[in-house]
């Protein structure tokens, strides 16, 4: 498809509709994430509306976010704090007030479903209040759910899900995932949800703010946690400009616990006061998590390895051919005596050579196997195997499914500690397709230099993400693994010692496997090339060089792929 010369290579030319698919209230709520406290949040709201009675359940700041007379909103609000409850409780009102075209805008499918959901909850709540109260209601909401594809002038496609939940006033709540695509081809108010974490948040705001002017009716909110200060939302909330275009609210947990919001401590007792929020602190253990999440304070990420802006130029919704983008998972079901894991990966792969990170714990921490597929030179996640708690025999089943791929070509293995046992087995087995790794030990490349593991490893992940060259999908899970890696200036300007917080999400393991795997990739893809040209060989001489006959086709491939490059590189 040829380009029109005014016409840049990412700006949207057609736009194809799938047929709507009906769903019901439930099948929608049942799709979605929400908890039934959020379900019955919205009942009682609609329990006490129908007896004439304040909306007692909201907070103070809730209200606000409901009833406040502008068209621009930016609200900052800590975690947990009901944000997007409240902001789906006064889009519900708008639409039912009046014929209305309302679109919210998540980071993810996921997150949009989720807040089409809560919408349609407090839609049904609201509607039998007013039937209770003797007024008259039209219908029911209809829902459905729909695919588009955008092509773009560059004739690239991308396909996105729509949903759709149409009153019969005439009003629509439209649920779609933010992207400069989705804006594309839209009239309406606006609803960015944890604008913060949206990839291209400057884009969207640029393409969202000259519809919201069309018409008096369209609002723009705009909703979130601090992250970074790399995005749009800050410039929002700390700009001098935006002080007046914007009605700007912001609720720490002090705020927050003041005005009515009801949080538990460690022992299931409420937080209603200073001690209990000091309480909710010492748990936490995280400075930095606790000024962003819950003083909502933007901080200047450069202390962590991966700022938020980083992570977000990696994180993708769609694969290279425009389809959404998913990875596998550990089945829950899962028993690598019964299950081939390699089986399930098939139908994600298209042919490209796999390199795998393993990082191993045993009972707090998670296990962790993450594995790439190379395409065109940049790695693209395909799957994500987390194991808790699980004995060594059932992640060395599982890790040795893989390492079995006949597309794997190195891996990555965690040999610190408590991965020792299973890295010396590995290699044993598969000999140089895996590469084991103490994060502990120096590793020395061909002139003599030695190379903390630590540093290779924050380093190579560090100038990949700088590069744009991994991708994965848009998950928390990972986003938040990421995030919490962090360096610090050592003896001299252009040394550092990275570390981790250890809480009940981990580690950092999804991190390192990532990181082992984009070691191991890199400097067999790319030798001479972003790791100074060198070619790491592992300290650990007990490991190298052991086959058994029945690998022997496993080391045979491996050498004469890489002939020349040598067992032991990394």
Not at 167 to 173: A, D, F, H, K
Request: hydrophobic residues 35%; proline residues 5%; negative net charge.
């Amino acid at each position: 498809m040829a380009a029109h010369p005014d016409q840049q290579p990412d700006d949207v030319v057609k736009i194809d509709e799938d047929t709507p698919v009906d769903l019901s209230p439930d099948e929608l709520v049942d799709r979605s994430d929400l908890s039934s406290d959020d379900i019955a949040r919205a009942e009682e709201l609609a329990r006490e509306h129908r007896k004439g009675r304040p909306a007692v359940t909201l907070t103070d700041y809730q209200k606000l976010i409901v009833t406040v007379a502008r068209r621009f909103l930016a609200f900052m609000i800590c975690r947990q704090g009901g944000k997007t409850f409240a902001a789906t409780l006064r889009i519900s009102r708008k639409v039912l007030a009046a014929p209305l075209n309302y679109h919210i805008f998540s980071r993810s499918e996921r997150q949009s479903g989720n807040a089409v959901a809560q919408t349609i909850v407090h839609l049904r709540a609201m509607e039998r209040a007013l039937r209770a109260r003797g007024k008259r209601v039209a219908g029911a909401p209809a829902c459905s759910s729909q695919n588009l594809r955008y092509t773009r002038a560059d004739g690239s496609a991308f396909d996105y899900r729509r949903l759709r939940i149409k009153l019969p006033n005439g009003s629509n709540v439209i649920g779609l995932p933010a992207s400069p695509d989705t804006t594309v081809g839209i009239s309406g108010a606006m609803y960015c949800d944890e604008f913060a974490l949206h990839r291209d948040s400057r884009i969207i705001y640029a393409r969202l703010y000259p519809i919201v002017s069309r018409r008096r009716e369209y609002e723009f909110l705009v909703t979130s946690t601090p992250r970074g200060i790399g995005n749009k939302f800050y410039d929002i909330m700390t700009s001098d400009e935006y002080e007046d275009i914007f009605c700007r609210i912001v609720v720490d947990i002090f705020a927050a616990v003041s005005q009515g919001l009801v949080l538990f401590d460690y022992d299931g007792n409420p937080i209603t006061d200073d001690a209990g929020i000091e309480r909710l602190r010492r748990a936490l253990k995280d400075p930095e998590a606790w000024t962003e999440e819950y003083l909502v304070q933007f901080i200047d990420d450069v202390l962590n390895l991966l700022t938020y802006e980083l992570i977000g130029r990696c994180e993708r919704q769609h694969t290279p051919d425009g389809k959404p983008y998913d990875i596998l998972r550990l089945p829950t079901d899962y028993d690598p005596a019964r299950v081939d894991l390699t089986r399930l990966l098939e139908p994600y792969l298209t042919g490209g050579d796999l390199f795998l990170g393993f990082d191993q714990a045993r009972h707090r921490n998670y296990s962790v196997i993450w594995v790439d597929e190379d395409v065109g030179g940049e790695l693209w996640q395909r799957a994500m195997i987390i194991m808790q708690d699980k004995d060594y025999e059932f992640q060395e089943a599982t890790l040795w499914q893989f390492m079995r791929h006949p597309s794997l070509r190195k891996a990555g293995i965690d040999a610190t500690g408590l991965g020792e046992r299973t890295a010396e087995r590995t290699v044993t087995r598969f000999g140089g397709r895996a590469v084991p790794i103490n994060f502990s030990s120096t590793l020395v490349d061909r002139s003599g230099a030695s190379h903390p593991a630590k540093a290779l490893l924050a380093r190579v992940i560090l100038e990949r993400h700088q590069d744009g060259r991994d991708h994965f999908p848009v998950l928390d899970l990972i986003r938040d693994d990421f995030h919490k890696v962090k360096r610090k200036r050592g003896s001299s300007p252009d040394r550092f010692t990275y570390f981790a917080d250890d809480d009940a999400t981990g580690h950092a393991d999804i991190f390192t496997a990532k990181a082992l795997s984009d070691v191991v990739a890199q400097e067999l893809r790319e030798y001479g090339g972003r790791v100074d040209g060198i070619r790491i060989q592992s300290e650990q001489p007990q490991y190298r060089d052991r086959r058994y006959p029945d690998h022997s086709d496993d080391e045979a491939h491996v050498k004469n792929e890489f002939a020349g490059i040598g067992e032991t590189v990394m």
